[in-house]
Nanobody, 125 residues
Framework: EVQLVESGGGLVQPGGSLRLSCTVSEFTFRDYAIGWFRQVPGKEREGVSCISSYDGRIYYSDSVKGRFAISSDNAKKTVYLQMNSLKPEDTAVYYC??????????????????WGQGTQVTVSS
C-alpha cells in the first residue's frame, strides 16, 4: 500500500521559514509527479507546487512563487517544500500527493491518487 507521510509543520512567526518533508513508501520513485497542496477549513484545496521526475519540471502557484522551493531526494524517496518569508495567509493544512504521470499538475489535486495525512502550518505572531 502506497503511503505518504508529511512532516515539518508547526507554528512560525510571519517572515519565518519552515521545511516540509513528504516521504513515500511502496511507491516506485521514478517517473513520478508529486505535488504540495494546502487547505483552509471552508475553502477549496489549493495547489502550491509540484515536481515531475520525468523531465524535472517544477511549478509554483503565483501566491508562493519566489518564496517557496520544491526539491526531491530520490535516494530518500522524499520531496521537500522549503517555505520562506511566510505570511499569515500561508496558514493551512499542507498535504503532499503523488502519482505516475507527467508533467505534474497543481490546481485542486484531482489528478493525484495518493495522499498524505497532512501537516498543519500556522503563521502567526
Amino acid at each position: 500500500e502506497v503511503q505518504l507521510v508529511e512532516s515539518g509543520g508547526g507554528l512560525v512567526q510571519p517572515g519565518g521559514s519552515l521545511r516540509l518533508s513528504c516521504t513515500v513508501s511502496e511507491f516506485t520513485f521514478r517517473d513520478y509527479a508529486i505535488g504540495w497542496f494546502r487547505q483552509v477549513p471552508g475553502k477549496e484545496r489549493e495547489g502550491v507546487s509540484c515536481i515531475s521526475s520525468y523531465d524535472g519540471r517544477i511549478y509554483y502557484s503565483d501566491s508562493v512563487k519566489g518564496r517557496f522551493a520544491i526539491s526531491s531526494d530520490n535516494a530518500k524517496k522524499t520531496v521537500y517544500l522549503q517555505m520562506n518569508s511566510l505570511k499569515p495567509e500561508d496558514t493551512a493544512v499542507y498535504y503532499c500527493a503523488a502519482d505516475h504521470f507527467s508533467p505534474c499538475t497543481i490546481g485542486t489535486g484531482t489528478d493525484y491518487n495518493y495522499w498524505g495525512q497532512g501537516t498543519q502550518v500556522t503563521v502567526s505572531s
